[in-house]
């Protein structure tokens, strides 16, 4: 795998929004393999293609591309998208696409980052204010992505601070994923806040007290539940039958 665009396609562009889009879709194309499946490479839909902008022949799933030059090559707390209700309706339906992001600086990949398309809810995609009257696309209703609302088993590293991770590793921090899949949205999006804020818990091992600290912040995401704490109790069970965390005493727990 190399690190670093082919300049030469950016020659006919001058928009540095183009070039970006150019460069990294080129170099995905060439470079990356599919995170779900395996397969050595990955395929390029047509340009505005309502479902994503890569697609995998062998196991069918799509793919959208986000990509930001950042001189650091931190991952941003907030990406940038498209139209919000195209965004929303995407993510809600049963095509929707992971996402890979991209940091790069000077023209060569510093992080390449895969989320699974089930760590997606609606609650993480912020609506920006409407193009005022005088604009070329007037009331056009732009988006961006909360990331730092996913767990961190969400953010699965390919390239972290250009080092390429092992092609087996990548794959079974994604298969092990598979196990928060739910077509519920209600439901993805209790077992998703929940293990974003095990966490922020910075020991490994951590009681059932430390969770209910994050009542009052989980009621303001579900309003209309009145039975918070009996809640977090289910999810907690959830995720140890998913092997994301084991029971080690009553009222305590492990990150697995």
């Not at 998208?81 to 000077?106: C, L």
């Not at 994604?174 to 974003?196: F, I, M, N, P, V």
């Not at 095990?198 to 009145?226: A, C, G, M, T, W």
Request: aromatic share 12%; hydrophobic share 35%; with cysteine.
């Amino acid at each position: 795998m190399t690190f670093d665009f082919n300049r030469e396609l950016a020659r006919q562009y001058h928009s540095r929004s183009q070039i970006s889009r150019v460069l990294t879709e080129d170099w995905l194309e060439r470079n990356v393999f599919c995170p779900v499946c395996g397969a050595p490479y990955i395929n390029r839909y047509k340009n505005n293609h309502p479902v994503g902008d890569f697609y995998c022949e062998q196991c069918a799933s799509d793919f959208e591309l986000k990509s930001k030059e950042n001189s650091s090559g931190r991952l941003s707390n907030t990406i940038t998208d498209g139209e919000y209700g195209t965004m929303i309706e995407r993510i809600t339906s049963f095509r929707n696409p992971n996402f890979f992001f991209i940091t790069y600086t000077d023209y060569s990949v510093i992080n390449l980052v895969v989320i699974p398309n089930h760590f997606f809810t609606p609650e993480i995609i912020i609506k920006r204010k409407p193009l005022g009257p005088n604009a070329r696309r007037a009331g056009w209703t732009g988006c961006t992505i909360d990331i730092s609302s996913i767990p961190e088993s969400g953010k699965i590293f390919m390239i972290k601070n250009r080092v390429e991770i092992n092609r087996d590793t990548v794959l079974s921090l994604y298969a092990k994923t598979k196990a928060l899949r739910t077509e519920s949205l209600e439901c993805r999006g209790w077992l998703l806040d929940t293990l974003a804020c095990i966490d922020r818990i910075r020991e490994k091992d951590f009681s059932l007290n430390q969770v209910y600290e994050f009542e009052r912040e989980l009621k303001k995401k579900h309003p209309d539940n009145n039975f918070i704490k009996d809640k977090i109790r289910q999810q907690l069970q959830v995720l140890r039958d998913k092997n994301f965390i084991e029971f080690i005493a009553p009222g305590r727990y492990r990150k697995l």
